[in-house]
């Protein structure tokens, strides 16, 4: 069974504009890691975001927000005033156990395109 | 220079020839992992080193064989290797018992085409 699934492989939306990219996880272990990385069309994969099982709170960090609902097993991104600079692919990621050099696990990835 | 650094940033190698990857990180940190990402599919782990350790190793062939001389470089030497081993190579590193969860921070990758 996907781990990890991300349902849209492309989106488009106008600069400014606020996008959010859908992300759902499965697992059974109760403390697990997710990330959000961004890969443009260079290819290095760029750190945005982290949130923990058990962080009470949404992950932000600058425009990038996770939309966390653990009951829903859903870790959605959200980026707010979108620029023309964040048209990239965008990848979720999964660690199971909440630390230690264990592997991640990705989605499929999400293209996003911004229109000026 | 900052962060994780790879090299060579491309390679064409025939079937036949024998190569290596580089990779450097800057950040202090403890353990090392490659990637191979091929068109269509998603991420694959392939080796986990922590603290020069080899920790994972998933069911990679024996075609590629890394090697983690000390904390800051990991290597991946290539032979004999297939047209569908084409591919962008990932390293990453981390820090265990770091902040945001040991996040993985990559270099810029090496692609790599089989003739």
Known sequence: AQKITQTQPGMFVQEKEAVTLDC??????????????KQPSSGEMIFLIYQGSYDEQNATEGRYSLNFQKARKSANLVISAS???DSAMYFCAMREG???????????GT???INP | ETGVT???RHLVMGMTNKKSLKCEQHLGHNAMYWYKQSAKKPLELMFVYSLEERVENNSVPSRFSPECPNSSHLFLHLHTLQPEDSALYLCASSQRGGINGDTQYFGPGTRLTVL
Do not use: E
């Open chain 1, 24 to 37: 759902t996880y499965d697992t059974s272990d109760q403390s697990y890691g997710l990330f959000w990385y």
């Open chain 2, 6 to 8: 790879q090299t060579p």
């Open chain 1, 83 to 85: 620029q023309l600079g």
């Open chain 1, 98 to 108: 909440l630390q230690g050099a264990q592997k991640l696990v990705f989605g499929q």
């Open chain 1, 111 to 113: 293209r996003l395109t």
